[in-house]
């Protein structure tokens, strides 16, 4: 069955330090695949995705993802931390030809200090 | 003007007890979703309905049932309250037939709490 693992429950960095948030998938078949963001008691909302084409992959806020198919790896960045990214951060993956069936990993905390 | 919208937001209740939670979303998504995040933060489908109709039922106790009134309300019916099921629900919506690659909008969650 289908997994996402994310390196790392709880990411801390300073402000204006680069974001780096892992997440591997299991499957073979490489799947779609979908970082969210959860601010507190709020629900989730869309960083970005990818689905075809470039591998390298733009969302909001400054974030981006590539795809390696090599490490079966999407890995978030972003170049400089705000205060305001602190958040808990989901890689999901949804897998090619079925149905719209997140699978989500454990999520990563990022806390960013001053 | 909100997107996916949930009531109750917060809901506590005794074990037992039956509930329901309520979604509707206004973006003429035909596809919704309920998801459970249990107290580890961990995210899992639970059923999608397209167009009224099941298109994904994950191995949920029987006792959680679905209703899609319309393409834009799905609500959640969960009878015999277990301790188990206090959770965050969120309901989500994605345009289109439900396909891989559509994006879900979530809904702002509803925390249910089992006493």
Redesign the interface.
Known sequence: AQSVTQLGSHVSVSEGALVLLRCNYSSSVPPYLFWYVQYPNQGLQLLLKYTTGATLVKGINGFEAEFKKSETSFHLTKPSAHMSDAAEYFCAVSEAGGYNKLIFGAGTRLAVHP | DTA?SQTPKYLVTQMGNDKSIKCEQNLGHD?M?W?KQDS??????MF?YNNKEL??N?TVPNRFSPKSPDKAHLNLHINSLELGDSAVY?C?S?QGS????????????TRLTVL
Not at chain 2, 98 to 109: H, I, M, N, R, V
């Open positions: 996916v596809t979703y998801y580890k933060k961990f995210l899992k489908i999608s298109i994904i994950e969120f989500a994605s439900g396909l891989a690659t559509d994006t879900q909008y979530f809904g702002p969650g």
